[in-house]
């Protein structure tokens, strides 16, 4: 894909995020791309993040990749309507259904699509494949922080 990713407009205050933020050192740093309708994502996750079994990915890591793509996807589709910088969305609610084991050092694809935008709230439809074989789907709704909210959250005291 070329271009900026979807997390690279994120403002620098709201890039921190340990699956997204552009400014984690230590995050996962993955891309969201728009695709018409949809967004996408490419991901492959190491071996370090294998659940019971060896080779197969944690499920947690999984929830993870779906949520934080879930929120770049609402943020693409709200960016086509209002004015940059645009307001960040934290997750109100993530269901995720486990399909078939999802094997690590493979690409995995992540797909959005957003089923409801009304106002602040926007529920992604999300499903997660790898080698063309579908692994989990579920759902995001994402919640778009209001910006007289935003103050104070960027900079958490350590």
Not at 104 to 116: A, C, D, P, Q
Not at 143 to 156: E, F, N, T
């Amino acid at each position: 894909m070329e271009g900026l990713a979807i997390q690279d407009h994120y403002a620098d205050e709201f890039a921190h995020c340990y699956g997204c933020g552009k400014l984690n050192d230590d995050g996962l740093h993955i891309k969201s791309y728009m695709d018409g309708d949809e967004a996408v994502c490419h991901f492959v996750p190491g071996h370090q993040y294998c659940g019971g079994a060896q080779g197969m990915l944690y499920g947690g890591m999984i929830a993870s990749l779906m949520d934080c793509h879930g929120a770049a996807t609402a943020w693409a589709v709200k960016a086509k309507t209002q004015e940059l910088p645009l307001a960040r969305f934290v997750t109100a609610s993530l269901k995720v259904d486990f399909l078939a084991p999802t094997p690590t050092n493979v690409e995995i694809e992540i797909r959005g699509k957003v089923s409801e935008n009304k106002g602040r709230k926007v529920v992604v439809d999300l499903t997660l494949s790898a080698g063309g074989r579908l692994c989990a789907e579920g759902y995001a709704v994402m919640v778009q922080i209001p910006q007289d909210k935003q103050k104070g959250l960027a900079r958490v005291p350590r």
